[in-house]
């Protein structure tokens, strides 16, 4: 059965970074779309960023681009987004999902930035992981 496990979260001050991970057990990277979403206390949940099955495919949201990335190691069955120049408004729990490369006519999973009449719509995650914490302080 497929399990995620989120580490890495914890207290950091503004402009700092830390790197979250997300490993995969019961299955393989290669079959699976892999988001990162947050969720504000107080305020809905965000998707934040996702890999593509193949790794090729990666989004941001717009408040995160330019300062977190996103990688995988296959190896050791784990996704990490790694994140720098950490603002207090970045303050959330984070969580890892999993789901299927899929589109549902031009919204899709994790498409490729450069097919830009896609939309990223990660909606369609079926596994989550618990979270972990990140407190920033200003």
């Known amino acids: 059965q497929l399990q995620l496990a989120e580490s890495g979260g914890g207290l950091v001050r503004s402009g700092g970074s830390l790197t979250l991970s997300c490993l995969m057990s019961?299955?393989?990277?290669?079959?699976?779309?892999i988001g990162w979403f947050r969720q504000a206390p107080g305020k809905e949940r965000e998707a934040v960023s996702c890999i593509s099955s193949n790794g090729k495919n990666l989004n941001f949201i717009d408040a995160v681009k330019g300062r977190f990335t996103i990688s995988r190691d296959t190896a050791k069955n784990t996704v990490y987004l790694q994140m720098s120049s950490l603002k207090p408004n970045d303050t959330a729990d984070y969580y890892c999902a999993a789901g299927y490369d899929t589109c549902v006519g031009y919204a899709c999973q994790c498409p490729s930035p450069a097919e830009t009449h896609l939309h990223w719509v990660p909606n369609g995650m079926k596994f989550w992981g618990r979270g972990t914490p990140v407190t920033v302080s200003s």
């Open positions: 019961g299955e393989t990277l290669d079959y699976y779309t």
